[in-house]
């Protein structure tokens, strides 16, 4: 019983044992799947850490690389802008070397045209094929001849065989039929075809004898100039300058536009050249990249800088003009000539187009044909002209042209002198319109002012030009002559105004015989428009020993 006992704890107690090693291998089973667990979390994070830094370089040494491309980019901007103020820089000092390295001479040959016209190419016209004609053999074939032998024994198929002849001699004569209508067709197309070329023979021809009329009318009209310009034509010796300056080529640096006046007693040629404005310059020196603030930042020029870049641009365009004009002046027309060059503009404080001179040059061929333009300093070159330039070309100010074009408007007429005329029995309105136009012409330069008549038509509303030489009070006047009867009404007023505006003028003048209309008076009175009626007029007359009479 004991030893029964004791066998029973002892199993108990080894199968406690047991269950107790077996749950610590358990805990331990667990415990170190635990760990394993964690040394793969530690292990998943430290790779997680690993791969964020890597992206965190990578995007570092990415960010890096862009921000070195967007730096270069933007020294690449820089340079760019510099590049364009040294090409532009460049182009106003090869202004001269550009002219001397080419013949100024001008040929009359470039304008004129060939007489070349394309040769004559038949135009292409489908072929009209030939048509088969039908062979009577073709339809009747053994038929047509003797019977065969078996036939003739036994008098067989002879009903049949006058059958099969009929049916060939109905076949063959519509084929023949349709043959001969086939060729009525061919015919047909063929005499259209030879049409067809006769007419664009025909077409040709007389494209090209219009064609050479043109060019012999062209080419003729090329003679007369060539001769007419030899011959010291004032028109002819114009047009040829003209065409000398427009083949100059400036490139992109600004639109050529001029005005010129041959003076053909003193063989002297006026020429008004339109400069460019000074914005033309670039108004930067250099530009510079700021890294620091992401900044390309313009290094101006200074004010005495941009004047003498301006002045050198403003010079060497004078001196080209003047170079090209003599070296291309084959009739010997030129003795000299005056520049002045002048900026269209606007006047800030008036909102009115403005065309100040900034510079004026007057020099002889003789003289200036001497120069080596190509070793010359060009302001130096300038003021041994004894030029007169802007002491500021950049503010534009003006100085007073040697010789003024508008003085010599292509619209101007000899005036007759109508005041001699005059007496105490002249009334006014009995005049001519024409000779009062230079009546009022006379008048006004009798009181000192340098009077133009225009001509009577195309005049652009002006019967006469007037300009007073005064310093500051002068300037150029626009003068309408009306020799009317009635009331001056607004109307009047308001064109002369428009005229004013039209011709850049100071002061418009209205004269006429008879009286204004309060509204013409109204309109008038804060403007610069002076009107003069008949009792005005009278009395200037009278001012200037004329007595004349108005009388209805």
Do not use: W
Not at 147 to 164: D, M, N
Not at 425 to 447: A, G, Q, W, Y
Not at 457 to 474: H, K, L, M, Q
């Amino acid at each position: 019983m004991a030893r029964s006992f004791g066998s029973t704890v002892n199993r108990i107690i080894k199968e406690t044992a047991k269950a107790q090693r077996a749950a610590e291998r358990s805990r331990n089973a667990t415990i170190r799947e635990q760990e394993r667990h964690l040394r793969l979390q530690r292990q998943y994070e430290r790779e997680q850490e690993r791969a964020l830094r890597q992206t965190i370089r990578e995007q570092k040494a990415y960010e890096k690389e862009q921000r070195v491309l967007y730096i270069e980019g933007r020294k690449g901007e820089t340079n760019d802008l510099n590049a364009e103020i040294h090409y532009r820089l460049n182009e106003f000092k090869s202004i001269i070397s550009e002219t001397l390295s080419v013949d100024g001479r001008f040929s009359f040959e470039t304008l004129y045209k060939k007489d070349e016209y394309p040769a004559y190419v038949e135009p292409y016209v489908k072929p009209v094929p030939a048509n088969s004609v039908p062979v009577r053999e073709h339809y009747f074939g053994r038929v047509a001849t003797e019977p065969p032998f078996i036939e003739r024994i036994i008098g067989l198929g002879k009903k049949a065989r006058l059958k099969v002849i009929e049916a060939a001699e109905k076949e063959y004569k519509y084929a023949l039929r349709e043959y001969e209508a086939a060729e009525m067709r061919r015919s047909e197309r063929i005499k259209e075809n030879d049409i067809f070329l006769s007419t664009a023979r025909e077409e040709y021809d007389e494209a090209k004898r219009l064609y050479l009329e043109e060019i012999a009318s062209y080419n003729s009209s090329i003679d007369d100039f060539k001769n007419n310009y030899f011959n010291k034509e004032k028109e002819e010796i114009e047009a040829y300058n003209t065409l000398v300056l427009e083949r100059s080529n400036y490139g992109d640096i600004f639109p050529q536009t001029f005005d010129m006046f041959y003076l053909e007693e003193s063989k002297e040629l006026l020429v008004e050249y339109d400069l460019p404005d000074v914005t033309t310059v670039p108004q930067n020196k250099e530009y510079k990249y700021i890294q620091s603030r992401d900044e390309i930042k313009g290094v101006p020029f200074k004010p005495k800088e941009l004047n003498e870049i301006y002045s050198i641009l403003v010079a060497s365009i004078a001196l080209r003009t003047l170079h090209e004009l003599f070296e291309a002046d084959q009739g010997g027309h030129l003795d000299s000539i005056v520049f002045n060059g002048v900026v269209s503009t606007v006047d800030l404080s008036t909102g009115l187009d403005i065309r100040p001179c900034i510079l004026t040059i007057q020099t002889r061929k003789e003289e200036f044909m001497k120069f080596d333009l190509a070793r010359v300093d060009i302001l130096a070159c300038v003021k041994g002209l004894k030029a007169q330039l802007s002491p500021s070309v950049t503010e534009l100010t003006p100085v007073k042209p040697i010789v003024d074009l508008v003085m010599y408007d292509k619209r101007f007429v000899n005036e007759r002198d109508m005041i001699s005329t005059l007496d105490s029995r002249t009334n006014l309105l009995h005049m001519d319109p024409f000779d009062f136009e230079h009546l009022v012409c006379n008048l006004f330069s009798k009181i000192g002012l340098e009077s133009k008549l225009t001509r009577s038509s195309r005049d652009g509303g002006v019967d006469v030009i007037a300009f007073d030489p005064r310093p500051v009070f002068g300037g150029k006047y626009v003068i309408q002559a009306k020799r009317y009867k009635n009331t001056v009404e607004i109307a009047a007023v308001r064109d002369l105004y428009g005229t004013m505006m039209n011709e850049n003028a100071s002061k418009g003048i209205l004269v006429t015989t008879s009286t204004y209309g309060p509204d013409a008076r109204s309109f008038a009175k804060d403007k610069p428009i002076e009107l003069i009626d008949g009792r005005v007029l009278l009395h200037m007359l009278e001012e200037q020993g004329i007595y004349a009479k108005i009388q209805l």
